[in-house]
């Protein structure tokens, strides 16, 4: 079972939210981790987008707007990037990474359609 | 303005060598934990290694001992020199930061063929 998993795709309408999720192995306890997540459009490096571990710990990436946040379900021992408001430059793929037994792992990443 | 050239990619047989170089601007990158990522062809990002702060190295299982990162600080710039290489390695190499204090600035890439 891989370490991170997320949703190979997702579609979501402009102007709505979309929340992708980022699901931990089981073992490994959500609450413990910073996550990172990512942007990435076709042809370009990924854009980080911020890092959250707790609402008393997370950091926006520079000119990142705040409708990209960050949280946490412990109950499905997964992290979450919720975008709101969705713009059809938001259409791209995402990607949550984490810190963990000295090595950066990430997620698949989700594909985000905006239609 | 923070900033992360790449250089160094090529075409190169199975088996050879590469040094890919990361130059840094704006900021101090020995300041900072420091890493390599890959993406190979219409795939997701892979992590390859990280050098700490404190200069502490940390390698995948997939290139340990066939890749090594480094740093020349009075340069300021990163390194990852890569041998034995194999075609699974074929990917765009990024230099990007990230760790406990974050910038969060990642390069353009710089593209690694391996083929006969």
């Known amino acids: 079972q891989a370490v991170l998993t997320q949703p190979s795709s997702l579609s979501a309408s402009p102007g709505a939210s979309a929340s992708l999720t980022c699901t931990l192995r089981?073992?490994?306890?959500?609450?413990?981790?910073?996550i990172y997540w990512y942007q990435q459009k076709p042809g370009n490096p990924p854009q980080y987008l911020l890092r959250?571990?707790?609402?008393?710990?997370?950091?926006?990436g520079s000119g990142v707007p705040s409708r990209f946040s960050g949280s946490k379900d412990a109950s499905a021992n997964a992290g979450i990037l919720l975008i709101s408001g969705l713009q059809s430059e938001d259409e791209a793929d995402y990607y949550c990474?984490?810190?963990?037994?000295?090595?950066?792992?990430f997620g698949g990443g989700t594909k985000l359609t905006v239609l | 303005e923070v900033q992360l050239v790449e250089s160094g990619g090529g075409l190169v047989q199975p088996g050879g060598s590469l040094r890919l170089s990361c130059a840094a601007s704006?900021?101090?990158?020995?300041?900072?934990?420091m890493n390599w990522v890959r993406q190979a062809p219409g795939k997701g990002l892979e992590w390859v290694s990280t050098?700490?702060?404190?200069?502490?190295?940390y390698y995948a299982d997939s290139v340990r001992g066939r890749f090594t990162i480094s740093r020349d600080t009075s340069r300021n710039t990163l390194y990852l020199q890569i041998n034995s290489l194999r075609g699974e390695d074929t990917a765009i190499y990024y230099c990007?930061?990230?760790?406990?204090?974050?910038?969060?600035?990642w390069g353009q890439g710089t593209l690694v063929t391996v083929s006969s």
């Open positions: 050098i700490s702060e404190g200069g502490t190295t």
């Open positions: 959250y571990t707790s609402d008393s710990d997370k950091h926006q």
């Open positions: 089981s073992g490994i306890n959500v609450g413990a981790y910073r």
């Open positions: 990007a930061q990230f760790g406990p204090s974050i910038l969060g600035n």
């Open positions: 990474m984490i810190w963990h037994s000295s090595a950066s792992v």
């Open positions: 704006g900021f101090t990158l020995s300041n900072y934990a």
